[in-house]
């Protein structure tokens, strides 16, 4: 029986752009376009600054190109820097499954790097791209790592392994090892997205990028590591499983690809809170006023619940990292603001005395109807309860963005524009928009990131 690593690195191996179905590359494209955009929009964040900064420093080689500023930095860094923005916003996709979730077009930062550096085609590209879902999600499956005390990143990092090894041009044996590389060392803490979340909430998938795309480059240059990783007395499952699993069937033939079964963001906020937000705002002209609002009744996912209103600071969030994750703050803000947008995790907004009388109304209960439903739902059941006595409930069980309620191209496409004139100017958006789109058609995916550069 190969080992589990054997089994990944001759998938990443073998995945070949003929086999991918239109709809699967078409899907990719998507992903990566609403990607950059939330790269774009998250530039201006103190964590971005603060990775181009340290980026900044370094000059390489072999250098990539960080996304807005166009400096060029060794691969690992611009991996950093470039994936602390495309997360910052909490508005890149994810997804959701029975056992572990998260956002796998992190990996997108790892896959840009290593194009750029191997001056790769797109379609080379879209073929990494694919593999870090498919990597993420499948492993994501058979496993909830946050019980056990670890972060979803952790199997971030083995995504973008998967990429980076790929678009290095690593055989077999070579992937083996940044794989043994790129999981030993990277065991990630939960601790990130508990309680009075930090600046790191967003950055540490990106380090787990960076750290891939090192155990990569070390891996090319001959450099092995402690196997087998996963099944050995001190391996992964030992230390964090506690128990193995075997991985389930990759996409390809008639089995389909995981990237179908992700998510796009209608809200730069926690996925699990999408569906809630829907739904508030469907109540929202129905309540009239806030202050006619007596008690917001939230039936939905206890993972919802757990991780969107399961400790104190979820309900009093002092940091813009905790009220994005806060379900009673952001529905909230939506029944009071009509929308959520990023300028509502501000401190103007933190501190608004209505805003938080109004989260204190709140109530969040998990259903078991709504657990049956996971994971291809996230049901919200929401009643709202006006001063007067009356009632009025909406259900939202697939968000807009939601992989079974997609949005359209022309809706993706109005979401980068809006995030990438943080910025680019109309015609630079334009260009890198329509770029984008025939990113199978370009002979050097690092285009994209050049591309990037505020004029």
């Known amino acids: 029986m190969p080992t589990l690593v054997e089994q990944l690195s001759r998938y990443a191996a073998g995945l070949r752009y003929e086999e991918l179905p239109a709809a699967v590359?078409?899907?990719?494209?998507?992903?990566i376009i609403d990607s950059v955009g939330c790269a774009l929009g998250g530039y201006w964040s103190e964590p971005a600054r603060i990775a181009r900064e340290v980026a900044s420093t370094v000059r390489s080689s072999e250098p990539v190109?960080?996304?807005?500023?166009?400096?060029?930095?060794?691969?690992?860094?611009?991996?950093?820097?470039?994936?602390?923005?495309?997360?910052?916003?909490?508005?890149?996709?994810?997804y959701t499954s029975t056992g572990e979730s998260g956002h796998p077009s992190d990996s997108i930062?790892?896959?840009l790097a290593t194009a750029e550096l191997r001056r790769r085609s797109g379609r080379e590209a879209i073929v990494a791209t694919v593999l870090a879902y498919e990597v993420f999600c499948r492993i994501c499956d058979p496993v909830d790592l946050k019980p056990l005390g670890f972060d979803h990143v952790t199997v971030g990092a083995m995504a973008s392994t998967?990429?980076?090894?790929r678009l290095l041009g690593l055989e077999v044996r070579e992937i083996e090892e940044a794989f043994n590389l790129g999981i030993a060392?990277?065991?990630?803490?939960?601790?990130?997205?508990?309680?009075?979340?930090?600046?790191?909430?967003?950055c540490a998938y990106a380090n787990a990028s960076r750290n891939a795309v090192f155990a990569a480059m070390l891996a090319a240059r001959g450099?092995?590591?402690?196997?087998?990783?996963?099944e050995g007395v001190g391996g992964y499952f030992k230390a964090v499983t506690r128990e193995p699993f075997e991985l389930p069937v990759m996409g390809g033939g008639d089995h389909p690809y995981k990237i179908m079964e992700c998510s796009v963001?209608?809200?730069?906020?926690?996925?699990?809170?999408?569906?809630?937000?829907?739904?508030a705002l469907e109540l929202r002209e129905k309540a009239g006023s806030p202050d006619a609002i007596a008690e917001i009744r939230i039936e939905t996912v206890t993972t919802a619940v757990r991780l969107m209103a399961g400790d104190p600071d979820k309900w009093e969030p002092k940091t813009r990292e905790s009220a994005d994750h806060s379900m009673p703050y952001t529905v909230a803000v939506a029944l009071i603001h009509g929308t959520v947008e990023e300028k509502h995790f501000g401190e103007r907004y933190l501190r608004d005395p209505k805003i938080r009388a109004l989260a204190r109304r709140v109530k969040v209960e998990a259903t078991a109807e709504a657990d049956r439903r996971m994971p291809e739902a996230m049901l919200c059941r929401m009643t709202l309860v006006t001063t007067s006595g009356d009632t009025h409930t909406a259900v939202?069980?697939?968000?807009?963005?939601?992989?079974?309620?997609?949005?359209?191209?022309?809706?993706?496409?109005?979401?980068?524009?809006?995030?990438?004139?943080?910025?680019?100017?109309?015609?630079?958006?334009?260009?890198?928009?329509?770029?984008?789109?025939r990113l199978d058609d370009l002979s050097d995916a690092g285009e994209i990131v050049r591309l990037t550069k505020a004029g």
Do not use: C
Request: hydrophobic fraction near 40%; avoid cysteine; aromatic fraction near 10%.
């Open 223 to 230: 450099m092995t590591g402690p196997a087998p990783i996963f």
């Open 25 to 31: 590359v078409h899907q990719a494209k998507r992903l």
């Open 265 to 279: 963001k209608r809200f730069p906020l926690g996925q699990y809170s999408q569906t809630v937000v829907e739904a």
């Open 109 to 111: 930062a790892a896959v």
């Open 65 to 94: 190109t960080v996304i807005g500023s166009g400096e060029r930095t060794s691969p690992d860094l611009a991996t950093f820097a470039n994936g602390v923005m495309i997360r910052f916003l909490d508005f890149n996709d994810g």
């Open 162 to 165: 998967a990429a980076a090894a």
């Open 185 to 202: 060392p990277n065991v990630a803490l939960y601790q990130t997205r508990i309680g009075n979340v930090s600046m790191w909430k967003g």
């Open 396 to 437: 939202v069980e697939y968000h807009r963005g939601h992989w079974k309620n997609p949005m359209s191209d022309n809706q993706i496409e109005a979401k980068f524009t809006k995030l990438s004139h943080e910025v680019l100017n109309d015609s630079q958006s334009s260009r890198l928009l329509e770029t984008l789109w």
